[in-house]
């Protein structure tokens, strides 16, 4: 078994989340290396791309979370082994990638109504998109999951985002817009908060 | 086998690239959809997340391009099995299309000016940084390849990116950035340009 190490956010979100869940769930042992937000600046520049989440296999750093993801799925069982089944897989996994990093990508906008604006279109182009294709996805493959007809790594990195979503956290975004646009994901997330081991994960958390 | 169908625009480049890439050096048939850039405005909104590539695997529709790599590099035996080099050739495949997304996301700026001044901060930024890493793991992973000590879609990727930020096609990125930041780069993109099944590709493309 690999010494395993995951360096991420000192918070229950983002995008080190799916890899944490995903080993706990699996019941896959590692460090959970959680960098104090202040820290950073400091920390930032010693990272290969300058972003987390990181994975330490036996000392060997991997960067960008959907690698890791899909690495610590297979070891967690919490990824299919079908080829066609892994790509529905990895396409959720990609989209919501996608869709994320355009928020992120406002996050350094300092002016208070450029801000706004730039979330807002966000809100009625890329996101209500993102939001309705992913719910046909989930309708076309049964409702219940994104791939396999089994939890997934696919399904942890919906879910985390959604939650994120409805949390309210980020200005502008109305937390109601999954409610609105996407109620199937809504059903999603509220079955996955109540998952025995997802449930006993923030138990402790 | 399944009927495959990938839909991309009409040049040899870009997202679509490593997928024809891919099954045509691992001789798996598939139908090679081209669409004329002219066409996209009239496309675009018919695709699931108003990107392409697509892949059509017996009809289904496969969106993100990473995904659609992966699957396809399965088929063309250009994937690992092992997990940790598959995730080193997922680390790579979601590193470039990291920095790449940030260059396309620079093609709507209208203002040239504006224009010329996002790619040269990019160009000394992101850009630099990616060549110089992505250059680094190479060198550690014996300086041939990127993942499991042979071709895979990693290689395909980084080639793909690399041959055309060489090209000069982006105005306002100096077409010797990469030889200047990252010359082991540029020798694997020269070894892959000679390398005879890409060569016989390009014959009849």
Chains 1, 2 share one sequence.
């Not at 350094?108 to 996101?127: C, F, H, N, Q």
């Not at 609105?180 to 999603?188: G, I, S």
Request: charged share 25%; net charge negative; proline share 6%.
């Amino acid at each position: 078994m690999s010494r395993l190490k995951l360096s991420y956010f000192d918070f229950n979100g983002g995008r080190g989340e799916v890899a944490r869940l995903a080993m706990s769930l699996g019941g896959v042992p590692f460090e959970d290396h959680r960098i104090p937000v202040a820290d950073w600046p400091s920390v930032r520049n010693r990272t290969p791309f300058h972003a987390v989440p990181l994975l330490e296999v036996d000392g060997e750093v991997i960067t960008q979370s959907n690698a890791i993801n899909r690495f610590v799925g297979k070891l967690a069982n919490l990824y299919p082994d079908d080829p066609l089944q892994a790509a529905r897989c990895d396409e959720v996994m990609d989209a919501v990638e996608d869709v994320v990093t355009r928020v992120v990508a406002t996050f350094g906008i300092e002016d208070e109504s450029e801000k706004r604006a730039a979330r807002e279109t966000l809100v009625e182009g890329p996101m209500r998109l993102y939001l309705e294709k992913l719910q046909e996805m989930l309708v076309a493959r049964g409702g219940s999951y994104f791939a396999d007809d089994r939890l997934t790594v696919a399904d942890l990195k919906v879910y985390v985002w959604i939650r994120s979503l409805r949390s309210g956290i980020l200005d502008h975004v109305p937390p109601d817009l999954t409610d609105r646009v996407a109620p199937r994901l809504v059903e999603h997330c509220d079955r996955l908060s109540g998952h025995p081991g997802i449930v006993a994960y923030y138990d402790t958390h």
